[in-house]
């Protein structure tokens, strides 16, 4: 199968009436938010949970893992799931579990029950964040259209995994816990209505699909495990025994994913050809790179702001909108247009410098730092680089991608990030490694995090040079209606 037609848009995916491309964007950017936001909406409100459910200092963890497990875990089934049966029916089907879990969880009355919730909303988010992204590609053809509205998808996942704590906070503070899972519900149920209206047309293969069992099992299972392996490092330690048998079960199963793909699968879950592709395997470990610079990021400002700074959790909320708003306005506005003058892989480039450079200047917080120079200048330079390199990447590795395989692009993609984001936070947190409770101390060692961070942009920067060259120079149709 080649990729000469890759820029046309998907013929059996069709938007009904003037508006559809644009509602179609607005669907997917606001499921992407919902999935993205829930990765990190729990956490202010873990306390409330704890007193309000029972959960002991141990279990409680597992209110953020079984989301993050399961969700990592599917990304690469989630994503081949919409070449197989259909973009608008998994699409839909992402939707309808994602927030019928979040209601199960927003009325859950014993621990086990949200922990359960919390697991399908992983599910559901595993099949709705790669969907999102496939619709997007399907319904606008490469070009200047896609370029803005992948800009304006990568800026709403911006948003909502920096609003996830600030957003948290406000609900649990003047509401319950319970409000930061229902409010998923009225939004996931109009978005079912819109996408049954707007996302029209049937998209479903024309020949009986088969899905690769022994793939798709080997793929979750060795996702997952090295996934909670990466987790169990933080609290045990990476020469503990639960971390290591994790991790090397996980890489085992992937390994045999590996060769299952590649000598066996009638129809893979993630097709080999892709990797011949330069844009696509480069491409996705340059993603996986700056997953492990910027998820981990929010964690360390977080911890700066509180311990250091003495921050309120209301107050580093509102400390991360600089950071929010420009990087959004970056990678929104100013990338697309950039992307129609200058190659892709200059952007990626000058954005992971400038990123780097900020998080230099991060790395030198001291407890007697303003908010100004401490926080909000650091801010201002590494969100306009990853402002500027976050749209080019997901162009780049989605680039030249026939739709019948677009969903396991996607759902490579969104792996890449997410085990990078994990692996990157795992590894920075044994970097810092104090237990010393001083503002000193504690400074010294989030410094060391930020100086790791900006050596791995600085890596970026020198691979995104060797991406192929792609610039955004046609004009494109209009999406087919």
Same mark, same amino acid.
């Given at each position: ?42 956490? #202010? ?17 597992? #209110? ?101 704590? *600030? ?7 003047? *509401?319950?816990?319970?409000?930061? *899972? ?15 209206? $707007?996302?029209?047309? @049937? ?30 490092? @933080? ?11 994790? !991790? ?15 000598? $066996?699968?009638? #129809? ?21 790179? /700056? ?67 900020? $998080? ?52 490579? !993609? ?20 104090? @237990? ?12 060391? /995090? ?5 050596? *791995? ?25």
């Amino acid at each position: 199968m080649g990729y000469r037609d890759a820029h046309a848009v998907d013929p059996t995916l069709r938007t009904a009436g003037r508006h559809g491309p644009q509602v179609v964007l607005a669907l997917a950017c606001a499921a992407q938010f919902m999935v993205v936001l829930d990765i990190s909406v729990v956490n #202010v409100a873990l306390p409330s949970i704890q007193r309000s459910l029972g959960f002991d200092e141990t279990s409680q963890q597992w #209110v953020v893992n079984a989301y993050a497990l399961t969700f990592a875990g599917l990304l690469l089934l989630g994503g081949r799931l919409a070449d197989l049966y259909g973009r608008r029916r998994v699409f839909l089907t992402g939707l309808a579990l994602f927030s019928g879990a979040s209601l199960a969880g927003g009325l859950a009355d014993t621990a086990g029950l949200l922990i359960a919730a919390r697991a399908v909303q992983g599910l559901g988010a595993a099949i709705l964040a790669p969907a999102t992204l496939t619709v997007l590609t399907s319904t606008f053809p490469e070009g200047t259209r896609r370029t803005r509205a992948l800009a304006l998808w990568t800026a709403v996942g911006v948003a909502g995994g920096t609003a996830g704590n *600030l957003l948290g906070g406000v609900l649990t503070e003047y *509401l319950s816990w319970r409000s930061i *899972l229902l409010i998923n519900v009225p939004i996931g149920a109009v978005a079912i209505v819109l996408a049954l209206r $707007f996302i029209t047309g @049937h998209d479903r293969p024309t020949a009986r699909p088969r899905l690769d069992m022994a793939g798709a099992v080997l793929a979750t299972l060795g996702l997952t495990a090295l996934t909670y392996g990466i987790a169990q490092s @933080h609290a045990e330690g990476w020469g503990a025994p639960v971390t290591v048998v994790s !991790m090397l079960a996980g890489v085992a199963a992937l390994a045999g994913f590996v060769v299952v793909e590649a000598r $066996f699968a009638p #129809v893979p879950v993630i097709p080999p050809r892709l990797f011949r592709a330069r844009a696509i395997s480069l491409g996705n470990v340059v993603m996986l790179l /700056a997953g492990a610079c910027l998820n981990p990021m929010w964690f360390f400002l977080t911890l700066s702001m509180q311990n250091v700074l003495h921050y309120s959790p209301l107050q580093t909320g509102l400390g991360f909108l600089p950071h929010t708003v420009v990087t959004i306005l970056v990678a929104a506005r100013v990338t697309p247009w950039l992307m129609r003058c200058v190659d892709s892989r200059t952007l990626i480039a000058i954005g992971a410098l400038l990123a780097a450079a900020g $998080f230099v200047w991060q790395s030198q917080l001291t407890p007697d730092s303003g908010y100004l120079f401490g926080i909000l200048g650091p801010a201002i330079v590494f969100s306009i680089g990853g402002g500027l390199l976050n749209t080019p990447i997901t162009t780049t590795v989605t680039s030249g991608v026939h739709t019948s395989d677009a969903g396991a692009a996607s759902g490579l !993609m969104n792996t890449a990030k997410q085990v990078g984001g994990a692996l990157g936070l795992a590894i920075l947190v044994t970097v810092a490694g104090s @237990h010393t409770a001083t503002p000193e101390a504690l400074a010294t060692a989030y410094s060391r /995090a930020f100086v790791v961070i900006a050596a *791995l942009m600085v890596v970026v920067a020198s691979l995104a040079c060797i991406l192929p060259s792609q610039r955004d120079e046609r004009r494109s149709p209009e999406p087919t209606r």
